[in-house]
Structures are given as C-alpha cells and as structure tokens.
C-alpha cells in the first residue's frame, strides 16, 4: 500500500493553485453602533456552557459542605431576617407567614445583587483571558447570569417546598395564577442586573473607584426595595418613587403570585420593563465599545 502526504491548504498555498482561501470566521471590527453581531454569542454557545459549569462549580470549590451552601446561606439569612426584622423590630408583613416573606425576598435579592455584582467586574478580572483569545466578550456576563440561575432554581425549589408545608399546615397563603408569570418576572430581574452590570463593568476598566461603589451601594439599593418590609408600610408620599425602582414591582408581584400579598400593578410592570429594556441595550451598547480598546486602561 502507498503512502501519501497530504498537507494542509493554507492561504498561501491556495493563491498558488488558484483556488481562494477558504476561512472559517473572518474577524473584523466593529463599525456601526448597532454592529452589536450577537450572532456570535450563538455561535460560541458551548464557550458560554463551558463558562456557566466553570462559575457554579466554582463559587463553592474547596469547601467542605460545596454546592449544600446553595441551601444554606439562604436559609441562614431567612432565619436572621425573620428574627431581626419580624421578631424584634415587628415590622409587619401583610399577613404573610414571616418566614416565607423574607424567604422569598432575600431568594429574589440574592440573584439580582449575585448577577450584578459579578458582571460588573467583567473587563478587570478576566483582563488575562481577554488579552490572550479572542471570543464575544458578552460570553462572560451572560454565563454568570445563567450560572446564577441554576442557584435560583435550587433555591425556588425549596422555597415551594415550605410553601407546601405552610399550605398543608392551613396558614393564611394564597398562591394564585400570576404564579405563571414567573418565568417572565425572572427574566426582567436578570435583563435589569445584566445591564446594570455591563454598563458599570464597562466604566470601571477607566474608573477603578466603581468596583469599591457596587459593594455599599448594593447594600443601599436593597433599603430602597421592598425587600425586608412590605411596600404597603411605605407612606403613601414616598411610595411613588419606590415604584420607579424597577425592582419594586417585580418583588411586589412575586409576592403576589407567591403569597397573595403585595400588589400586581400591570402599568409599573409595563413601565418597569421598558426601563429595563432601555438600560439592557444601553448596557450593551457601551459595553460592545468599550471591549474594543479595554485592553490599553486595564
């Protein structure tokens, strides 16, 4: 039997035969505002599962309890805020058991500050990987808004669980059928923190001061939502700026899907969602240029 070599047609070789070079992505710069090609995020969408397996495996890697801490620090913060808030301070919570008032809260809370917090430092801590691959950057804070997901998901679950109980046990709950409203909820909550968190990642590759900003002043948002107290202890003055927050109406509607408390107020919904919209392609936008030349500030 005969052995050949065949090599590889590369572009050199291919102008010699006659034939043009044939190339599997052609990389070029982006030139319109609107040239956002976020086609491409499909295209790399097994980098983006590999990046979500990487950030949830990773968050709890090296502990001794691992992924049991999705469970536990909840609960721990439910059983701290049910104590402080509803026993000692006796702030009221519209009828609702305490414990699945705050449970739910501190559930919607944990996924929009987590997603947010972790996009807003995109550029400066994957700067080692950006500067030696190319790949759409938005990869990065998409895989952690779908990696915190799977937290979420862990969480809701045993948040129905004690729903359950509390309904067999005859507490005063009332679940209803906006609870079908839910898969729309979750994703203006995770559209709001990923645009949140592009946009200050993209400022803080020039303004270092940004990343020492969202720790505080994600604690200081969580105050100006209806998270440890109903909107309904809100006086009647404030609580229209309340509802400007697009947080406020997504909580009040879990709430009311959840529990039967709170308010479902469709018009802030729709106002909320349109705000959302407008900061989510902000964020990409900025985002999308700021990528370009990152690499020369960070």
């Known amino acids: 039997m005969e ?42 969408r097994d980098l983006v599962y590999l990046f979500v397996w990487r950030d949830f495996v990773a968050q709890y890697k090296q502990t001794v309890l691992g992924p049991a801490w999705h469970v536990i620090q909840p609960l721990i913060t439910t059983l701290v805020f049910t104590i402080v808030f509803s026993k000692i301070a006796r702030i009221p919570t519209d009828g609702a058991p305490p414990f699945l008032f705050y449970m739910l809260g501190t559930m919607l809370w944990g996924y929009f500050s987590g997603v947010f917090s972790a996009t807003s430092s995109t550029f400066t801590s994957n700067a080692n990987l950006f500067g030696k691959v190319y790949f759409p950057r938005l990869a990065v804070p998409v895989a952690t808004l ?30 209803n059928v906006w609870i079908l409203a839910t898969p729309l909820l979750l994703v203006m909550m995770a559209m709001l923190a990923l645009g949140m968190g592009v946009i200050v990642s993209a400022f803080t590759t020039r303004y270092r001061d940004l990343a020492v900003v969202v720790g505080f002043g994600t604690q200081l948002l969580m ?22 927050n697009p947080m406020t109406p997504i909580v009040e509607a ?6 039967g408390t709170g ?13 959302i919209s407008v900061l989510l392609l902000v964020g990409v936008l900025i985002f999308t240029r700021i990528e370009r030349t990152f690499m020369d500030s960070v």
Do not use: C
Not at 155 to 168: D, G, I, P, R, V
Not at 223 to 244: C, D, E, K, N
Not at 263 to 275: E, G, K, Q, R, Y
């Open 146 to 175: 779908f990696s915190r997901l799977i937290g979420l998901a862990i969480h809701l679950t045993f948040f129905l669980l004690f729903l359950a109980w509390y309904l067999y046990q005859g507490s005063s709950v009332t679940p």
């Open 3 to 44: 052995t050949v070599n065949v090599s590889p047609i590369t572009a050199e070789s291919a102008a010699v035969v006659g034939d043009p070079p044939r190339w599997d992505m052609v990389i070029e710069p982006k030139g319109r505002l609107f040239d956002l090609k976020l086609g491409e995020l499909w295209h790399y």
């Open 263 to 275: 308010s479902f107020d469709l018009p802030m919904l729709a106002i909320s969602a349109a705000t």
């Open 223 to 244: 105050f100006v939502t209806p998270i440890v107290y109903p909107l309904s202890t809100v006086p009647p003055a404030y609580r229209g700026w309340m509802m400007l």
């Open 254 to 259: 879990f709430r009311y899907a959840f529990l």
